[in-house]
């Protein structure tokens, strides 16, 4: 019993293509994420949705868009992607906003 | 700028001893304190969550906060090999949006 999926786990592309990653929660939260992770670690959150509705967007290209088609789910689409979008992106979610959050396992973005 | 910071160590302790893990942030209206785990090449795991200054007991973890000196800490008792892992500060600030935001992390190290 996953309690935040997500999907693909690696994801390997070549420049300028599109790419979408799937985000799912069984825990009946309020609230959903998205983090970018880089080289250097750093967790870096882009986009948040509270029922359904964007409550956070960060400084994030606008060739990235979120998409929350219910409280469970919460997909990421990156348009045109370039070299510097390889990292590990994390959907997360929580009760509600600003409580303990938990992350998925991880998208591994390699584009080459 | 909002921030949060952390010593990046490695911080290096042997087995049984007490790792101190420190963080400070900026903003003095942050209501919501929490510290994840991330094991390499996994997500972050929460760990604890502490709202109101002082200290907080989990097992072999205590987070202690200090609202006035605008710290938290994460103590590890009985430090085992398994402990080793990167340790990220998150701190959810305020202005109505709780935006969370993470530290860089500390990687600590127990050796045997």
């Known amino acids: 019993d996953t309690a935040v999926s997500q999907t693909p786990k690696y994801l390997v592309t070549q420049m300028g293509n599109d790419k979408s990653i799937k985000c799912e929660q069984n825990?009946?939260?309020?609230?959903m994420y998205w983090y970018k992770q880089d080289s250097k670690k750093f967790l870096k959150i882009m986009f948040s949705?509270?029922?359904?509705?964007?409550?956070i967007n960060e400084t994030v290209p606008n060739r990235f868009s979120p998409k929350s088609p219910d409280k469970a789910h919460l997909n990421l689409h990156i348009n045109s992607l370039e070299l510097g979008d390889s990292a590990v992106y994390f959907c997360?979610?929580?009760?509600?906003?600003?409580?303990?959050?938990?992350f998925g396992p991880g998208t591994r973005l390699l584009v080459l | 700028q909002k921030e949060v910071e952390q010593n990046s160590g490695p911080l290096s302790v042997p087995e049984g001893a007490i790792a101190s893990l420190n963080c400070t942030y900026s903003?003095?209206?942050?209501?919501?304190f929490f510290w994840y785990r991330q094991y390499s090449g996994k997500s972050p795991e929460l760990i604890m969550f502490?709202?109101?200054?002082g200290d907080k007991e989990d097992g072999r973890f205590t987070a202690q906060l200090n609202k006035a000196s605008q710290y938290v800490s994460l103590l590890i008792r009985d430090s085992q090999p398994s402990d080793s892992a990167t340790y990220l500060c998150?701190?959810?600030?305020?202005?109505?949006?709780?935006?969370?935001?993470f530290g860089r992390g500390t990687s600590l190290i127990v050796h045997p």
């Open positions: 997360a979610s929580s009760q509600d906003q600003g409580w303990a959050q938990y």
């Open positions: 825990l009946g939260h309020d609230t």
């Open positions: 949705y509270n029922n359904k509705e964007l409550i």
């Open positions: 903003d003095r209206g942050s209501q919501s």
């Open positions: 502490i709202y109101s200054n």
């Open positions: 998150a701190v959810s600030l305020s202005g109505g949006s709780y935006i969370p935001t």
